[in-house]
């Protein structure tokens, strides 16, 4: 005679979600993604009306360095970061400083080189350095929400609100609901694509035959989705969705003692950043916003 075993829910595998590697060295992953939201808040909203270069780099090289040791990132991922992030930061610098007006940086450093002359207009080092201190905020904004993004699925964060921050049910699973729409509508689409292939619909190049195409996909794609929204309403209503004040969790995303240290540590480390750069005088809040600090 056999014994079954029993899994507990904590244990159970959700089909749909995105299965994250998980190991001792990628430590992000085994956090609950609402701590991997409210870590970087407070910095996040110090950086908006922070100014100068060096504070926006300091926390997006802090950033990276977590992402680096704490999520094992893909080949391509890992290029993105080091490679074209830089390339890109680089190119935004040219973009934000072209748009800054250069009357308003008579008085900052570099302001007297010029890199590029057009008639009467001037592309100055102060110009660029500028518009490298805006790109930087931009990046170092980025770089602190893909510590969530890149460790964390839609439906985890879904669960996490749901069951630690008490947020309605109701809300919180019509969001898990309307998040299983994409990989669906997706798949609903290449079926779409293949039908058109096989009944020689989709030949033709150009921007008009484009258009046809996707006008065609449009209509059937959205057929498919009305019947699938249907489907789950109904299924909802059967499982009496909604009648009840509280539900039962068939996923646990608990918050651990763990999370709680790595928002603490996170917040401690972010202050200490901070200070050490206001104490080196390296200008972090000023009034102007064309400060390129020191």
């Known amino acids: 005679m056999t014994t079954a075993t029993v899994q507990s829910p904590a244990a159970a595998l959700d089909p749909y979600a995105t299965t994250a590697p998980r190991s001792r060295a990628a430590f992000l992953y085994a956090l609950n993604p609402l701590a991997k939201v409210l870590a970087p808040v ?57 748009w800054i007006d250069p009357s308003r940086l008579d008085d900052a ?70 998040y299983r729409f994409v990989p669906r509508f997706g798949h609903e689409l290449e079926v779409i694509r293949a039908a058109h292939r096989v009944r020689g619909t989709d030949s033709g190049r150009g921007p008009i035959n484009a258009v046809r195409r996707i006008l065609g996909y449009a209509i059937p794609l959205l057929a498919s989705a009305i019947r699938h929204a249907e489907r789950v309403a109904l299924a909802m209503d ?30 401690v480390a972010s202050a200490g950043l901070y200070v050490w750069a206001l104490s080196a005088g390296l200008t972090a809040l000023t009034p ?6 020191a």
């Open 42 to 98: 407070p910095i996040m909203v110090l950086l908006v009306f922070s100014r100068g270069i060096p504070i926006p780099l300091a926390f997006s090289l802090f950033s990276l360095l977590l992402l680096l040791v704490g999520a094992r990132l893909r080949p391509r991922t890992l290029a993105i970061l080091l490679i074209g992030l830089p390339l890109a930061v680089a190119v935004l610098g040219v973009s934000f400083g072209i």
């Open 109 to 178: 450093a570099g302001s007297e080189t010029v890199l590029l002359a057009i008639g009467d207009w001037r592309f100055t080092v102060a110009a660029y350095l500028a518009g490298l201190a805006t790109a930087l905020r931009i990046t170092s904004l980025l770089l602190l929400s893909l510590l969530a993004g890149a460790t964390s699925t839609g439906p985890d964060l879904a669960r996490a609100l749901v069951q630690n921050l008490r947020v309605p049910y109701r809300i919180g699973y019509t969001a898990l609901a309307a």
């Open 238 to 267: 059967a499982r009496a969705f909604g009648a009840h004040a509280t539900r039962t969790e068939r996923h646990l995303v608990p918050w651990r003692t763990r999370d709680t240290v790595f928002v603490v540590l996170f917040w």
């Open 288 to 293: 102007d916003r064309t400060d390129i600090g």
